[in-house]
């Protein structure tokens, strides 16, 4: 059974940073791309940052130089470093698995609260 449990979500103020981590189980880790999605109250699900098997990352504009998502494969667990972290931030944080076998949108994890106060 795949798990993806996802931790370090908080209150934070703005300019702060967190620690997000996702501890996957039940898949070949180091086979798959993993993921950061957010989603904020009444908008859609983006994807925030993406880490490849090989260890390539790429991010969205807006989170471009105060993000960094990076990944411990013995671990099997990829982190979301936010620094600078803005009211436009506030969202829950998902966790994402694509890989061999996955379904077509990945497997996901439960989610956890990021809230930026300004």
């Known amino acids: 059974q795949v798990q993806l449990v996802e931790s370090g979500g908080d209150l934070v103020q703005d300019g702060g940073s967190l620690r997000l981590s996702c501890a996957a189980s039940?898949?070949?880790?180091?086979?798959?791309?993993m993921g950061w999605y957010r989603q904020a109250p009444g908008k859609q699900r983006d994807l925030v940052a993406a880490?490849?098997?090989?260890?390539?990352?790429n991010y969205v504009d807006s989170v471009k130089g105060r993000f960094t998502i990076s990944r411990d494969n013995a671990k099997n667990t990829v982190y979301l470093q936010m620094n600078d972290l803005k009211s436009g931030d506030t969202a829950v944080y998902y966790c994402?698995?694509?890989?061999?076998?996955?379904?077509?949108?990945?497997?996901w994890g439960q989610g956890t609260q990021v809230t930026v106060s300004s």
């Open positions: 880490i490849t098997n090989g260890g390539t990352p």
């Open positions: 994402n698995a694509k890989g061999p076998f996955s379904p077509a949108t990945g497997y």
């Open positions: 039940g898949i070949i880790f180091n086979l798959y791309t």
